[in-house]
Antibody
Framework: VEMVESGGGVGQPGKSLRLSCVGS????????LHWVRQAPGKGLEWVAL????????FYADSVKDRFTVSRDNSRNTLFLEMNRLRPEDTAVYYC???????????WGLGTLVTVSS | EIVMTQSPAVLSASPGQRATLSCRAS??????LAWYQQRPGQTPRLLIH???TTAGGVPPRFSGSGSGTEFTLAISSLESEDFVVYYC?????????FGQGTKLEI
């Protein structure tokens, strides 16, 4: 199993960034996928979930109405559209595969998002 | 939202010793608890789910126990690579919530 994120970098407050995560080595279309973030020197914070079929999406209150999670099962790719960025969104963002409902058995290497003017 | 509290924040131990890390939930989460290990600069790794089920490839010196609100991760005989950070996470109630972590130091 491998999950590789991309798209991180420096974003200005109020602007947007789009993260991607490509999965391989497992049946991508049959697993729920999450984004989890970790601010520098801090703990882990769950961000968003999209079930296997993309039928619904779920968000942490801290990102609701600003972030959008989506997936393209034909390309084994997970996305996180991050709008109206805030400095407190600065973190390493991990995509994570569900090992069962709502716990994570495989994680990507992460991509760093820095929100700064 | 459930609050997960890990203790201690920092645990000092020596190689070969047994270590016990605690995780407490603010309300009952049955046995829907996972433990992760994170080495510096690395991605989290699943150690335990369902409170006591060891994930594939995890050495047998790691074990989990507990139910309801009190949980424990035990490492029976510490090796040098075990001195890193450990997180618990509840997945019984929405949203998933992590504890703040316990750093295991030599």
């Amino acid at each position: 199993v491998e999950m590789v994120e991309s798209g991180g970098g420096v974003g200005q407050p109020g602007k947007s960034l789009r993260l991607s995560c490509v999965g391989s080595g497992f049946s991508f279309r049959t697993h729920g996928l999450h984004w989890v973030r970790q601010a520098p020197g801090k703990g882990l914070e769950w961000v968003a979930l999209i079930p296997y079929d993309g039928s619904k999406t779920f968000y942490a209150d801290s990102v609701k109405d600003r972030f959008t999670v989506s997936r393209d099962n034909s390309r084994n790719t997970l996305f996180l559209e991050m709008n109206r960025l805030r400095p407190e969104d600065t973190a390493v963002y991990y995509c994570a595969k569900e090992g069962g409902p709502y716990f994570f058995d495989n994680w990507g290497l992460g991509t760093l998002v820095t929100v700064s003017s | 939202e459930i609050v997960m509290t890990q203790s201690p924040a920092v645990l000092s131990a020596s190689p070969g010793q047994r270590a016990t890390l605690s995780c407490r939930a603010s309300e009952s989460i049955s046995r829907n608890l996972a433990w992760y290990q994170q080495r510096p600069g690395q991605t989290p790794r699943l150690l335990i789910h369902a409170a006591s089920t060891t994930a594939g490839g995890v050495p047998p010196r790691f074990s989990g126990s507990g139910s309801g609100t009190e949980f424990t991760l035990a490492i029976s005989s510490l090796e040098s690579e075990d001195f890193v950070v450990y997180y618990c996470q509840q997945y019984d109630k929405w949203p998933p919530v992590f504890g703040q972590g316990t750093k295991l130091e030599i």
